[in-house]
């Protein structure tokens, strides 16, 4: 960690910050200060240059403040025959006037109410970039979901953004589901130009018990965009909690999903998609902490990769010795289209308990050129052939979309992309 | 209707088929035969464009056309058929949707207007009944977990959602029971019209006693070395290729 990522740079974000949470913000704002930006010396960011990306990349170290947002942007960025709760917000800041709602769910300004336990799921301690978010973020949402209640409508959240020259935009989002409660969000973040900033997000999901949850995140930001994502949640005995992450653009783009397994009979699935050319950098890293018996995880990320875009994946299935009878399962699956295109692919597993089930696999590897050739012997262009069989490759993961509006939604951005540029 | 002249092709720099001529008219069977490594499939898969195969001489018209200058869709587009040894297994794409793609595109080459969903269907039903294929299968993954007759069966099942001009079957005899055998032959039996012609790629004359040649070709080392009709398959079958290695072998070194 070098001082010049500590300090110096960052300092412009830090001169003016809201009342709010102020204590908490100093505790960020150290961890940060002990934590740095991490280097490429960093085992957890060994493939992802991002300190050096923030250094270059943002000349302009400050907030963004929130744009103002049109109905005909709205009306543009919700997907065909989606139905549903729409959430907007503009740079992060929640716009409760352009959002809609229903029965059995509040949404708060964080600001508004300041007892709301944030950072106690994602803790700044453990990640400097979760740490920088707490110090700074502007204003955030609380979500909740009253016990019992199963919210059928899906629930989208709309995050438009578009900041001047390297701003910083500092999304923080709290979700807590009574027990029992169902919910299903859709994470949609759009530009609205092509200039650069860098997101810095953290969602934090507090499920009770039986609950049923679950979190999709649709990253289609321009390819200037540098950001990193964290999402961590606390999933309770009996409950279950599903996150796909579909990303089909940017500059840089982490995502560190941790998913805490706290109960006995829970589960969590993490589905994932990555689409990538140009120079587009994506790195997902997984993290499932198995620590009480009879929990299951699946896990399947998908990357297609053409260009000189580079893909990294790493996923962690941590089986704590209490945590006998788990079943793990992870599996990462690459296509490479261009000589130029990297993946790096880690499994890690980490097993204390002694009766377990675990399984994990990657595969890098290029289009299946004896299928090409099979589906051309039957007159179909090679084009569409290539589509119809990355479409494909991709598919087992777009099948895990239970909301048909979202998948024919992704589908499409899937195949276009891939009758196109592929 | 198909003109190989003097076809010489290679893979990696290994030449394979060292010169084959052929003419096939229209309504006929021909029966290409061979021992192994004789240069069979390698012809089958150079005319149907596979990529691997470098033509280094020769010709090849398909109906006036200069068939090696057209890419494998164009080819089959314009009626040509591979009924592939190994059908290749594709997971999450179903036969359907892949037929109901290769189809139209096929239909739109010549001209017509595409199938709608529901003509789609009925013309598939009619032609599941020739090779007696479940349309369970069809909804599933392309070959997918498949049996070696149900792909075999899936290939002509593709021949007759396709109507070829030309058909090319590279053993599709192979890894068959005698009721599959009789299943596939049939189906092939029944597209063969006087304006079609079908080449059959097989190692075994068994196949051509459901598939009746016109001529029978033999193959050897990348060359057509005897020519005849149906009794010369008999021949082989009782004698094997011995003989005509030897004979071919022999008028070599002279």
């Known amino acids: 960690m070098s001082t010049l990522t500590k300090s110096t740079f960052v300092s412009g974000l830090f001169e003016v910050l809201p009342n709010t949470f102020s204590s908490l913000r100093q505790i960020g704002k150290e961890n940060f200060y002990v934590q740095g930006f991490p280097s490429l010396k960093d085992e957890e960011y060994k493939f992802t240059p991002i300190a050096k990306k923030l250094e270059t990349g943002l000349t302009n170290f400050s907030p963004a403040i929130p744009v103002i947002i049109s109905a005909e942007q709205i009306n543009k960025a919700v997907p065909t025959g989606f139905e549903g709760v729409v959430l907007v917000f503009s740079n992060g800041k929640f716009l409760p006037e352009l959002s809609s709602s229903v029965d059995g769910l509040t949404v708060n300004f964080l600001s508004k109410n300041e007892s709301t336990p944030i950072g106690s799921i994602a803790k700044a301690e453990k990640d400097p970039f979760v740490a920088l978010n707490q110090a700074t973020f502007i204003d955030g949402i609380c979500i909740s979901i009253e016990k019992k209640k199963e919210i059928t409508l899906p629930i989208l959240l709309l995050q438009f953004h578009q900041a001047a020259e390297g701003q910083v935009i500092s999304p923080r989002i709290w979700i807590e589901a009574g027990d029992f409660a169902k919910a299903s969000f859709i994470d949609y973040s759009i530009s609205l130009d092509n200039s650069p900033y860098f997101v810095n997000k953290v969602v934090e999901i507090k499920g009770g018990i039986h609950t049923d949850l679950t979190y999709h995140s649709l990253q289609e930001e321009n390819n200037q965009v540098i950001q990193v994502n964290a999402l961590v949640t606390d999933i309770q005995q009996d409950s279950q909690f599903t996150s796909t992450q579909i990303t089909l653009s940017g500059d840089l783009v982490r995502n560190n999903l941790t998913l805490n397994l706290l109960g006995s009979n829970s589960v969590g699935n993490m589905f994932g998609i990555y689409l990538l050319n140009g120079k587009t950098h994506v790195d997902n890293h997984t993290n499932v902490d198995h620590t009480l018996p009879h929990a299951e995880s699946n896990e399947l990320y998908k990357g297609i990769l053409a260009d000189q875009s580079r893909g990294v994946f790493n996923g962690k299935i941590f089986v704590r010795q209490a945590a006998q009878k788990t079943n793990a399962f992870q599996q990462n699956n690459n296509i490479l289209l261009s000589e130029d295109a990297i993946i790096n692919t880690k499994p890690q597993l980490e097993i204390w308990a002694d009766d377990v089930k675990c399984s994990h696999g990657c595969t890098v590897g290029q289009l299946d050129e004896e299928a090409l050739f099979y589906l051309q012997a039957r007159g179909i262009d090679k084009t569409t052939a290539r589509g119809l069989l990355l479409y494909a490759f991709a598919g087992e993961v777009l099948e895990k979309i239970e909301l048909e509006s979202l998948r024919n939604f992704i589908t499409t951005k899937i195949q276009e992309r891939l009758g196109s540029k592929f | ?254």
């Not at chain 2, 006929?28 to 596979?50: C, D, F, Q, W, Y």
């Not at chain 2, 189906?187 to 019209?193: Q, R, W, Y």
């Not at chain 2, 079908?198 to 070709?217: G, K, N």
């Open chain 2, 1 to 254: 209707m198909l003109s190989i002249k003097n076809l010489h092709a290679s893979i990696e720099g290994t030449p394979i088929l060292r010169g084959i001529n052929l003419e096939v008219k229209a309504g006929e069977v021909h029966a290409i035969m061979g021992p192994n490594g004789s240069g069979k499939s390698t012809l089958a898969s150079v005319l149907a464009g596979r990529e691997e195969y470098e033509v280094t001489e020769g010709e090849v018209f398909f109906q006036g056309k200069e068939l090696l200058e057209l890419s494998p869709e164009d080819r089959a587009r314009e009626g040509v058929f591979l009924a592939f040894q190994y059908p290749i297994e594709i997971p999450g794409v179903s036969t359907t949707n892949f037929l109901r793609t290769a189809l139209n595109q096929v239909r739109e080459y010549r001209g017509l207007e595409p199938l709608d969903a529901v003509k789609f269907l009925s013309l598939m039903k009619e032609k599941m009944a020739l090779v007696e294929i479940d349309q369970k299968l069809l909804s599933r993954s392309l070959n997918e977990g498949f049996s070696g007759g149900e792909k075999k069966r899936n290939e002509i099942f593709q021949m007759a959602m396709l109507e070829p001009v030309l058909s090319i079957l590279d053993e599709t005899d192979s890894g068959l029971d005698i009721d599959a055998l009789r299943i596939v032959s049939n189906g092939v039996n029944k597209l063969k019209s006087k304006k079609s012609a079908t080449i059959v790629v097989t190692h075994y004359q068994r196949l051509l006693d459901y598939i009746v040649p016109d001529f029978v070709h033999v193959l050897y080392k990348g060359r057509i070395v005897k020519s005849g009709t149906k009794e010369l398959a008999l021949e082989l079958e009782e004698k094997g290729y011995d003989w005509i290695k030897e004979e071919v072998d022999s008028t070599a070194t002279v």
